[in-house]
Each structure stands twice: as structure tokens, then as C-alpha cells.
């Protein structure tokens, strides 16, 4: 597929492999390591998604899609006694990560729009779909309420941050290595 292949800038496969290590281990270890508070965690796993699809070319986005949610597992209390309810989130949230990094690739890198309307349409869909899928579970009385704003609000604000952190890292490190 084209589309994963798009890159803001071209990096050798030694440096792409080098990367995807380095997000990779960002996204398992972050929730795995510090746990709480979300936001923190969040915001790195969010930067490291989008740095990936600005940066990796083809399946090399896949651990950074994947990981976080097996860090989260991992530790198991993040959720406290509710970590249980995050096994029936796995696939959205992959799914939501994949949203994220997608958008990346389409509207920034295929289509050249600007980075922070790139980075409002990847929230509304990672988000949208991500709290569509928090409310149904809800409403099927497979999740307890307090998922809604972990999978809605919360989101919103790791991903808006977490766009503007990768936004500076992506641009330093672009004008010190091609400017």
C-alpha cells in the first residue's frame, strides 16, 4: 500500500529501524513504567504514533500501534480493578491508534495539508471512534461509566498535546538533520 510507504522525509532503513525501536519502547514502556497519570502516558504514546506515521514507512508502524495497549496489560493496575474491561478495548484502541496514524499519512503526507489541521481531523477520528466504541460497550452494560471519559475527553487532550510535542520534535529534529 502507497499510503504507508509515505514519509515527511526520507530516512534510511538503518535510521527508520532505529526509530521504530525507539517508539516502540516509548509505547510498551510508557504505560508499563509510569502507569499514572494517564495524561502523561498518554501524551507520549500519542507523540510517539504520530512521529512514527510522519517517519515510518510500511508495517514499521505496526508496534507503535500495537504496543501501548499490551504496556497497559502488562502492568494491570492502571486501571485498578478495572483492568479487566480494558481486554474488551484492545481492538478499538488499535484500531483508534491506526486512525491516528493513518490520518498522519494521508492528510499531511499524501494530500500536504498543514500539520495542525492533520492533527484536528486524526483526534476526531481516533477520538470519535474511540468513544463511539466506550459508549456502546456502556450502554451494553459490558464497561462501567467511567470508561466514557477515559475513551472520550481524555483522549482528546493526550492526543492534542501529544500532536503538539511531536509537532516540535518532528520540526527540531528535521531542520537539524535537512535544513
Not at 498518554?42 to 517517519?55: D, E, R, S
Not at 500495537?66 to 496489560?73: E, N, T
Not at 490520518?103 to 503526507?109: E, G, I, N, S, V
Given at each position: 500500500?502507497?499510503?504507508?510507504?509515505?514519509?515527511?522525509?526520507?530516512?534510511?532503513?538503518?535510521?527508520?529501524?532505529?526509530?521504530?525501536?525507539?517508539?516502540?519502547?516509548?509505547?510498551?514502556?510508557?504505560?508499563?513504567?509510569?502507569?499514572?497519570?494517564?495524561?502523561?502516558?498518554?501524551?507520549?504514546?500519542?507523540?510517539?504514533?504520530?512521529?512514527?506515521?510522519?517517519?515510518?514507512?510500511?508495517?514499521?508502524?505496526?508496534?507503535?500501534?500495537?504496543?501501548?495497549?499490551?504496556?497497559?496489560?502488562?502492568?494491570?493496575?492502571i486501571f485498578g480493578p478495572l483492568t479487566i474491561f480494558l481486554i474488551y478495548f484492545i481492538p478499538f484502541i488499535w484500531i483508534s491508534n491506526a486512525l491516528?496514524?493513518?490520518?498522519?499519512?494521508?492528510?499531511?503526507?499524501?494530500?500536504?495539508?498543514?500539520?495542525?489541521?492533520?492533527?484536528?481531523?486524526?483526534?476526531?477520528?481516533?477520538?470519535?471512534?474511540?468513544?463511539?466504541?466506550?459508549?456502546?460497550?456502556?450502554?451494553?452494560?459490558?464497561?462501567?461509566?467511567?470508561?466514557?471519559?477515559?475513551?472520550?475527553?481524555?483522549q482528546i487532550i493526550t492526543a492534542a498535546i501529544g500532536g503538539i510535542v511531536a509537532f516540535g520534535v518532528h520540526y527540531s529534529k528535521k531542520r537539524m538533520?535537512?535544513?
Amino acid at each position: 500500500m502507497k499510503l504507508l510507504n509515505l514519509q515527511d522525509y526520507v530516512l534510511t532503513n538503518i535510521w527508520q529501524n532505529f526509530e521504530m525501536i525507539v517508539y516502540s519502547v516509548v509505547c510498551f514502556f510508557a504505560p508499563l513504567m509510569i502507569g499514572h497519570p494517564q495524561i502523561v502516558v498518554g501524551i507520549l504514546v500519542n507523540a510517539a504514533l504520530i512521529l512514527a506515521a510522519l517517519n515510518l514507512k510500511g508495517a514499521k508502524v505496526l508496534p507503535v500501534i500495537i504496543l501501548p495497549c499490551l504496556g497497559v496489560l502488562s502492568r494491570g493496575i492502571i486501571f485498578g480493578p478495572l483492568t479487566i474491561f480494558l481486554i474488551y478495548f484492545i481492538p478499538f484502541i488499535w484500531i483508534s491508534n491506526a486512525l491516528l496514524v493513518f490520518a498522519f499519512k494521508f492528510f499531511k503526507l499524501k494530500h500536504k495539508l498543514n500539520y495542525f489541521i492533520t492533527l484536528f481531523l486524526g483526534i476526531v477520528f481516533k477520538c470519535s471512534f474511540l468513544f463511539a466504541a466506550a459508549l456502546i460497550l456502556y450502554k451494553l452494560s459490558v464497561v462501567p461509566v467511567m470508561f466514557l471519559s477515559t475513551m472520550g475527553f481524555m483522549q482528546i487532550i493526550t492526543a492534542a498535546i501529544g500532536g503538539i510535542v511531536a509537532f516540535g520534535v518532528h520540526y527540531s529534529k528535521k531542520r537539524m538533520n535537512y535544513g
